[in-house]
């Protein structure tokens, strides 16, 4: 046992231990409760982007809007970016890793300054209770800038996750208006978590409550849910055709949870508001507080990229959106200062 702690990665911890080690265990008030679980019809919107070019452009850009007001949390479909691009992506993600241990080490690193790094958790050198997760965090735009830093094994790496990033920055259209003079010199980075079986997921998370600190992010995750956003003060999850297949196991009394959950339709993907969006909007548009949870079964992956300001930008809202019934509800700052 004293062997298997000093693992550097919690991939290559979990498989040695029967139970979740002390230091990714929550005080009981701040763990996973299934009675804070919302009941509710289960709907976020699900936007079809497909007719985002033609006569509906103004009615979809409104459904945007109104998703970013109402949910902070929308779906989109016919977003452009193939399927095989998308599978590509989920395969060489689990292929990184189930690549031997001293391979991914190649990738390690706990400085979270580093622009492509592999570490675990969240931040193994100020938290006092891990998160049950590994990550490979890596910056891509622009690509050439970052891409020889990247993994080179598995071979095909560096290739299937360029042609991913690029088509999801194509796909999101960030060349436009103000959003995009805002910015700065803008960033684009990603992060692949990998999340583990968990023996005793209602002791622990793949990430706690938090909100993103970047403008927007786009998730894509496989078929093993996990993510969970608040709303009206309960935990609303994600599932795939209403099966509430969360990984933990629930107790007796929890009952329907079919009713439960947000239907997630393969091949879409989901679009959250970050904390910057919240500023540039003057609180119009809302970062919500969001979680992942662990599976007890099976292991889980998901897809993050995140689009984000220059560190030295200045975020500040958009001055048409300040009249009499909505002042300024934020002072200018830059995007480091906040991160």
């Given at each position: 046992m004293a062997a298997a702690t000093t693992k550097l990665l919690l991939s290559d911890l979990a498989s040695t231990v029967k139970s979740v080690p002390s230091n990714y265990i929550r005080p009981i008030s701040d763990r996973p409760n299934l009675t804070e679980v919302q009941i509710s019809d289960g709907s976020i919107p699900l936007i079809d982007l497909q007719v985002l070019d033609g006569p509906r452009r103004l009615d979809i850009i409104k459904q945007i809007g109104q998703a970013c007001q109402h949910d902070g949390f929308f779906q989109v479909k016919n977003h452009g970016i193939p399927e095989t691009i998308i599978n590509n992506m989920l395969s060489i993600a689990r292929a990184f890793f189930k690549l031997p241990e001293s391979e991914r080490l190649k990738s390690y690193s706990d400085d979270p300054s580093k622009s492509t790094r592999l570490s675990t958790s969240f931040n193994v050198n100020t938290e006092k209770v891990s998160n049950r997760r590994d990550y490979l965090r890596l910056h891509c735009y622009p690509l050439q800038d970052y891409i020889h830093e990247w993994p080179s094994n598995p071979p095909s790496f560096r290739e299937?996750?360029?042609?991913?990033?690029?088509?999801?920055?194509?796909?999101?259209?960030?060349?436009?208006?103000?959003?995009?003079k805002a910015l700065g010199k803008h960033g684009q980075h990603m992060a692949l978590n990998y999340y583990p079986p968990c023996p005793q997921p209602d002791l622990t998370y793949g990430l706690p409550g938090h909100t993103d600190p970047n403008l927007i992010t786009v998730l894509l995750q496989d078929d093993v849910p996990g993510l969970q956003v608040l709303r009206k003060g309960k935990w609303l999850p994600f599932s795939l055709d209403y099966d509430f297949r969360i990984g933990y196991r629930p107790?007796?009394?929890?009952?329907?949870?079919e009713s439960l959950a947000i239907c997630l339709i393969p091949n879409t993907f989901i679009v959250n508001i970050g904390d910057q969006m919240q500023v540039l909007s003057n609180d119009r548009y809302k970062s919500v507080l969001h979680r992942a949870l662990v599976n007890c079964d099976k292991e889980h992956i998901s897809i993050l990229t995140f689009y984000c300001s220059s560190p030295d930008a200045v975020i500040a809202h958009a001055k048409d959106l300040i009249d009499e019934r909505h002042p300024t509800v934020y002072k200018n700052f830059t995007y480091s200062e906040y991160y």
């Open positions: 299937v996750v360029a042609e991913y990033c690029t088509s999801a920055r194509g796909a999101w259209g960030l060349q436009r208006d103000y959003i995009d107790h007796t009394h929890i009952h329907n949870f």
